[in-house]
Structures are given as structure tokens and as C-alpha cells.
């Protein structure tokens, strides 16, 4: 699907300027502990955007049997970045620690999507 595609590519175009915002912006102001929450954050938005492109290239040429599961393996992973790394920028930037508690529905989320384009490869 396309969507994954674009949302992907914005996502990463976000996940470097995120990256140097907090390389040279919040540098000093965090800390080294929330900075390094901070990159996790950045680190696995990264990662996530470019899964939603390898998802959005495999709905491109998926079967009809396999197509709703990459559908559904792409909105878990938009949702994971968001819950994931949102959480992780949301935690460092306030300091409020029970934000953390949020991280691993999207950690759930990022496995869900992984799981489902495991299947949809296989039955593809």
C-alpha cells in the first residue's frame, strides 16, 4: 500500500531530524540518562519507518491472501512508533517517568506488525 510507503518515508525524514534535534538541541538539557531514552526513541523509529516501507513494497506485489495481513502489519507498526517512540520522546522531554508505562503496548505492536508479515510472506 502506498500509505505505508509515504507514511515510512515521513517517519524517517522525521526520525533524522528528531535525531539531531536531540544531538544538538537537547544535548545539554536532558541528561545523559533521558538523552539515551531520547535515542531509543529516535533508534527504533528508524528502524519501524523503514519496516512500513518493507511493507508497503511487499503489499505492492502481495496475493490477495496475504495483503490484509500486511495491511494490518502496517498499521501495528505506525501504531508501535507511535506508542513506542512517542512515549520514549515524551518521557525524556518532561521527565514524568510513568510515561514509560506506555512504551511496551508499542513494543507489543512492533511485534504484532513482525509476526503478521512473517505470515504474510509465508502464505504469499
Known amino acids: 500500500m502506498r ?9 524517517s525524514f522525521l526520525s533524522v ?3 539531531a ?29 523503514l519496516g512500513l516501507m518493507i511493507i508497503g513494497i511487499l503489499a505492492a506485489g502481495a496475493v490477495h491472501e496475504s495483503s ?13 512508533i507511535i506508542l513506542f517512540s512517542g512515549s520514549l520522546y515524551a518521557l525524556s522531554i518532561s521527565r514524568i517517568n510513568t510515561l514509560g508505562a506506555i512504551t511496551p503496548f508499542g513494543g507489543i505492536a512492533f511485534l504484532a506488525a513482525w509476526f503478521l508479515v512473517v505470515l504474510a510472506v509465508i502464505r504469499g
Open 21 to 49: 534535534f536531540g544531538a544538538h538541541v537537547l544535548k545539554e538539557r536532558l541528561g545523559e540518562h533521558y538523552l539515551s531514552i531520547y535515542q531509543t526513541g529516535v533508534q527504533y523509529q528508524m528502524f519501524h519507518s
Open 17 to 19: 531530524a528528531f535525531g
Open 3 to 11: 500509505i505505508f510507503l509515504v507514511m515510512g518515508s515521513l517517519l
Open 68 to 80: 490484509g495481513l500486511l495491511q494490518w502489519a502496517g498499521w501495528l507498526m505506525l501504531a508501535g
